[in-house]
């Protein structure tokens, strides 16, 4: 859904910052630090969007992104993690990885020594360990107490629905209903509290961008589900000739539309998230946009309980992240 957002962000910024610039989704401060240490230790803006979403990945951030955290129906953590060369256009992504806590390390090994762009599942995990990454348990205490407390819940919630026996209800093995009933659109699980996804940009001093994302996608999700974040134009999106962008929020919903249309970043995002609104008036979902020349902005929107949303920022002036957030709408 990126894609469009900030392929004609133009080049008057609505919040203008000095290049080089960090921005990610959330809170995640150590993120921004790690991301904009390796600039300053001249690392290229791959290397800073690398460092900057593995730093998550080793911390867990909120349960949400690397290991132990959002178990699926089976009680197993799989990661999901994409990168974007801006210059090149090169992508590399995986998705349904399982055993490696470093996502963001393979998706970039994936870019960087394969004709491929995205590798997923258990061949993902193989790939990733003829590369050298360590093959390790991604399971903690807490994810298999979550996993254990959903069991004893009928498994609630999940994202079942025309099947029996009644998901609301009851766990499966489920089948299709013989008769399906009537159905517009799926209610929502994401609760805005859980995050979920780190998103980075990051724009070098001379306007290159990287971009990268890494999540362990959403808590209790169906084996295999793959959402927005680690697919290109839709979980994030870098062009060094107008900017970048990354989304966090309901990927399912999310990877469904691609904005067509935007102007200054912050102007690109709420397009964005209006487009969505149109169809999913109450989805969880929010967007970070950087273009070429330092301005950066953020939409997301509103909900009950969830009236703002809070990023990171760091460039030359500040040399620190900053915590700032947006009013959603």
Known sequence: ????????????????????????????????????????????????????????????????????????????????????????????????????????????????YTDHTFIVGESASIFAQNMGFMSEDLATNKSIAIFSQWLQQNCQPNYRKIVSPDPSKSCGPYKPKAEKS?????????????????????????????????????????????????????????????????????????????PRNGAQPTVACTSAISRIKKYYPDFFGALICANTTGGYGAACNKRPGFSQFPFMVVNQQTNRPQLQKVDCF
């Open 182 to 258: 009537r159905q517009t659109f799926a209610k929502g699980h994401f609760d805005p509290s859980s995050h979920d996804t780190i998103g980075m940009v990051v724009v070098g001093k001379n306007g290159q961008v990287a971009v990268a994302t890494s999540t362990n996608g959403a808590t209790h999700k169906i084996p295999g589900r793959v959402g927005d974040s680690p697919v290109a134009g839709a979980g994030a999106y870098a062009d060094s000739t107008a900017g970048g962008a990354a989304a966090t929020g309901d990927g399912d919903i999310m990877m469904r539309f691609l």
């Open 1 to 112: 859904m990126i894609q469009a957002v900030f392929i004609i962000i133009c080049s008057l910024p609505l919040l203008h910052a000095t290049l080089p610039l960090v921005i990610n989704t959330w809170h995640f401060e150590n993120a921004a630090s790690a991301a904009w240490g390796a600039l300053q230790k001249d690392g290229s803006v791959l290397d800073a969007v690398e460092r900057g979403c593995a730093q998550c990945e080793l911390e867990q951030c909120d349960g949400s992104v690397g290991f132990g955290g959002s178990p699926d129906e089976r009680g197993e953590t799989t990661l999901d993690a994409m990168i974007m060369n801006g210059n090149t256009m090169e992508v590399g992504a995986v998705a349904d990885l399982r055993r490696i806590k470093n996502a963001v390390g393979v998706a970039r090994a994936v870019m960087e």
